[in-house]
């Protein structure tokens, strides 16, 4: 029996590799009470509310930077007084892909990158967001499915925008099949991470860093 469960273990771990979205709002009701102002002031894009819901102290990870600190420096980073700045597509991106509970007091967000296989180059995969996503032959919605991708980590071939969510982007499986998905239903786990802790009694945002 032991040796049949091994031999499974070792089928099992052949596969390829894949990374289901984890989602733990619902673990912390005053999380969720959180999200939710969080959510209307995205919406809003209102820079006054957002910086209530953001740490005095926090910290902004840029390349080539050393960690930057205060709200000063994070409004200027991230274009917060500027109308279409990245901040509100990167929280958007954010609260989309959910968040989950690394500690009874910190929440991190999202999955793709603190969840990301670590034996694994985050400079050449990309993770899908589905499930039953069709790899297509060509760049183009009705091009024949060659596979469909469930939650994949897949090697990127051809170079995305990610301010295109519409465009395609070519993709490489596990087992080599070679075939395009959307941008919007991939994203790279170099993408800005975030981390939420709890201090005083109330939930703030910690830590956002620019992609890697």
Excluded at 166 to 180: D, P, Q, S
Aim: with cysteine; proline share 8%; aromatic share 8%.
């Amino acid at each position: 029996m032991l040796a049949v469960l091994a031999i499974a273990g070792m089928l099992a771990q052949t596969g390829p590799p894949r990374l289901a979205p984890v989602s733990d709002e619902a673990r912390d009701s005053s999380f969720q009470a959180y999200l939710k102002k969080l959510k209307t002031v995205v919406a809003k894009r209102d820079e006054k509310a957002l910086r209530k819901l953001v740490d005095p102290e926090v910290l902004t990870s840029v390349e080539g930077q050393k960690d930057l600190r205060g709200w000063p420096k994070f409004r200027a980073i991230w274009c917060v007084g500027e109308n279409g700045g990245p901040i509100w597509d990167v929280l958007t991106d954010l609260i989309d892909l959910g968040f989950f509970r690394e500690m009874p007091s910190i929440y991190v967000s999202p999955y793709v990158v603190w969840k990301f296989p670590r034996e694994l180059d985050p400079n050449l995969h990309l993770v899908v967001l589905r499930d039953a996503l069709p790899l297509r032959a060509r760049p183009d919605r009705d091009a024949p499915a060659l596979a469909t991708l469930s939650f994949d980590i897949v090697k990127q071939v051809s170079l995305m925008d990610p301010n295109n969510r519409f465009g395609w982007v070519e993709v490489e499986t596990a087992a080599g099949l070679r075939g395009y998905v959307q941008t919007e239903q991939v994203r790279s786990p170099l993408m800005p991470r975030a981390q939420f802790s709890r201090r005083e009694g109330r939930w703030v945002l910690t830590a956002l860093d620019r992609a890697r």
